[in-house]
């Protein structure tokens, strides 16, 4: 499975960006599709998880800023982020799941956030 996470870059706190990863293969073969961030010294945290029924689930720092959402036809796994803030600030990774627990990672894309 190769993944292409994109969308990151630069923009003031406030701001939104739209991730996208594009994943090879079927999309739908996946239980689950996952965004991760990790700042630099922290831990990696989950932020977004979106699973093949539908059902989502945000971590409490992101909710009611962040969407998740698949476009199985595209292949592709997206995250809205709205009202960015600072501590947005780190790389993130889309990662597709199986029920097995069996999860891909690709390089990730950076988001920085500027106060």
């Known amino acids: 499975v190769q993944l292409q996470a994109s969308g990151g870059g630069l923009v003031q706190a406030g701001g939104s960006l739209r991730l996208s990863c594009v994943v090879s293969?079927?999309?739908?073969?996946?239980?689950?599709m996952n965004w991760y961030r990790q700042a630099g010294g922290k831990q990696r945290e989950l932020v977004a998880v979106?699973?093949?029924?539908?059902?989502?689930n945000y971590a409490d720092s992101v909710k009611g800023r962040f969407t998740i959402w698949r476009d199985n036809a595209k292949n592709t796994a997206y995250l809205q982020m709205n009202s960015l803030k600072p501590e947005d600030t780190a790389v993130y990774y889309c990662?597709?799941?199986?029920?097995?627990?069996?999860?891909?990672w690709g390089q990730g894309t950076l988001v920085t956030v500027s106060s």
């Open positions: 293969g079927s999309i739908g073969s996946f239980n689950a």
């Open positions: 990662t597709p799941r199986r029920i097995s627990g069996e999860e891909w």
């Open positions: 979106m699973a093949s029924d539908g059902n989502t």
